[in-house]
């Protein structure tokens, strides 16, 4: 079996800003809601048996108070903010298995599933479907991979390696440096990607990279600038690559059978009708049978 896991929070966020908007009779925006749900369906209908949705029930976490700039809720339409419920409900009541997550976010929830999936021997493949950078560090050969459904552009080990400069072990190394404009910390000052991948494909972590410039054998352009930085900001690097290096639980899937789609729930047409989607419904029945 191949098992699809998806991030349920950036489908959120790319329907809402990629569709026109809908509001039910009752004034509720539904749109982002059901672009999400009609995306799960397209990937249901193209023989996906097996799949799970992690969202961000609660947008801020625990790396709230280790970076008092990481991403939060703040500034975020209300419209936008009050559809996470609804998709968390939708996608229950369509019989597929969600993870609203509070305490950690979303991604965590992908890296714990991925590590679960990927221990079970019945398992082919693990496709992470999201473009976020961060989840590049979960990315095992061939057998975990990073799909961006967006661009229809599939990473394995060697495609991280080839976009990144480094493998998937460093890249909270490599976010660290540079930073994460996403997730709101900003890395290091003067260090770019060039740098960054240089550096840390000799070294590996930001842990093993000496103080001294001159012990870097590497091509890398200002290497006394770069290196007094990291020497005076290591704490700070060390809490960027904190904050980019996600939390593996592996208590949140007990195995990947749990993620099988067996069709939806008799819950599920109503909540359609409510998000003048009943098209929707119907199709989702056909595509069980």
Same mark, same amino acid.
């Given at each position: ?49 097996h799949l799970g949705v992690a969202t961000d029930h609660v947008i801020e976490s625990f790396r709230n108070d280790l970076w008092p700039g990481y991403k939060s809720s703040a500034g975020l339409d209300p419209q936008l903010l009050g559809q996470f419920g609804l998709l968390e409900v939708a996608l229950e009541a369509m019989g597929v298995v969600v993870w609203p997550m509070v305490e950690v976010e979303a991604d965590d929830a992908l890296a714990s599933a991925a590590a679960v999936a990927a221990d079970d021997p019945a398992v ?28 229809? @552009?599939?990473?394995?080990?060697? +495609?991280?390696?080839?976009?990144? $400069?480094? &493998?998937?072990? #460093?890249?909270?190394?490599? *976010? =660290?440096? @540079?930073?994460?404009?996403?997730? +709101?910390?900003?890395?290091?000052? $003067?260090? &770019?990607?060039? #740098?960054?991948?240089?550096? *840390? =494909? ?88």
């Amino acid at each position: 079996m191949r098992v699809f896991l998806v991030d349920g929070t950036y489908e959120l966020f790319r329907h809402y800003y990629g569709v026109p908007p809908h509001r039910t009779a009752e004034g509720a925006e539904v749109a982002a809601t059901r672009g999400v749900l009609w995306s799960m369906l397209r990937l249901l209908e193209q023989g996906v048996t097996h799949l799970g949705v992690a969202t961000d029930h609660v947008i801020e976490s625990f790396r709230n108070d280790l970076w008092p700039g990481y991403k939060s809720s703040a500034g975020l339409d209300p419209q936008l903010l009050g559809q996470f419920g609804l998709l968390e409900v939708a996608l229950e009541a369509m019989g597929v298995v969600v993870w609203p997550m509070v305490e950690v976010e979303a991604d965590d929830a992908l890296a714990s599933a991925a590590a679960v999936a990927a221990d079970d021997p019945a398992v082919e493949q693990v496709v992470i479907c999201t473009p976020d950078k961060d989840l590049g560090q979960c990315v095992r050969g061939g057998r975990v991979v990073q799909l961006d459904r967006r661009r229809r @552009v599939v990473y394995d080990e060697a +495609g991280v390696t080839a976009k990144f $400069g480094v &493998g998937p072990a #460093s890249i909270p190394d490599y *976010l =660290a440096l @540079v930073g994460d404009s996403a997730d +709101g910390y900003p890395g290091l000052p $003067g260090w &770019g990607a060039k #740098s960054a991948a240089a550096v *840390l =494909a000799r070294y590996g972590t930001i842990e093993q990279v000496p103080d001294v410039p001159g012990e870097w054998a590497v091509a890398v352009r200002n290497r006394p600038a770069l290196a007094a930085t990291l020497r005076g900001l290591r704490p700070q690097a060390m809490l960027f690559k904190d904050l980019a290096t996600l939390r593996v639980d592996r208590s949140l899937l007990g195995g990947a059978g749990e993620l099988r789609w067996t069709g939806p729930t008799p819950l599920f047409a109503e909540v359609c009708r409510r998000i003048d989607a009943g098209s929707l419904a119907t199709q989702a029945e056909r595509v069980a049978d």
